[in-house]
Nanobody, 115 residues
Framework: VQLQASGGGSVLAGGSLTLSCAASGSISGMNAMGWYRQAPGKQREFVAI??????SYADSVKGRFTISRDNAKNTVYLQMNSLKPEDTAVYYC???????????WGHGTLVTVSS
């Protein structure tokens, strides 16, 4: 399975970006798709995840970010609004079996928010 992420870039605080991540290859069974991020000098952290109709968000992005998924295209999106400088990070997409027996990561896309 390969994940191709895109949509990163540089924006001013208060701006918006939409990230997308397309999964290709053999994907079997129920799975979750999500986004994580890693800021300079910090550990990778959870941002958002979606499984079927369920979505969950980190407290730091609730109300500002929206995760969605197009199952026909095996693509997950992250709509990011009201961006803050602290959202600056490399954003990684992930797809994982809900049984916990496999997961794959994308290569990451850089989001830079300046004040």
């Amino acid at each position: 399975v390969q994940l191709q992420a895109s949509g990163g870039g540089s924006v001013l605080a208060g701006g918006s970006l939409t990230l997308s991540c397309a999964a290709s290859g053999s994907i079997s069974g129920m799975n979750a798709m999500g986004w994580y991020r890693q800021a300079p000098g910090k550990q990778r952290e959870f941002v958002a995840i979606t499984i079927g109709d369920f979505a969950s968000y980190a407290d730091s992005v609730k109300g500002r970010f929206t995760i969605s998924r197009d199952n026909a295209k095996n693509t997950v999106y992250l709509q990011m609004n009201s961006l803050k400088p602290e959202d600056t990070a490399v954003y990684y997409c992930n797809i994982a079996s809900t049984r916990g027996d496999w997961d794959f990561w994308g290569h990451g896309t850089l989001v830079t928010v300046s004040s």
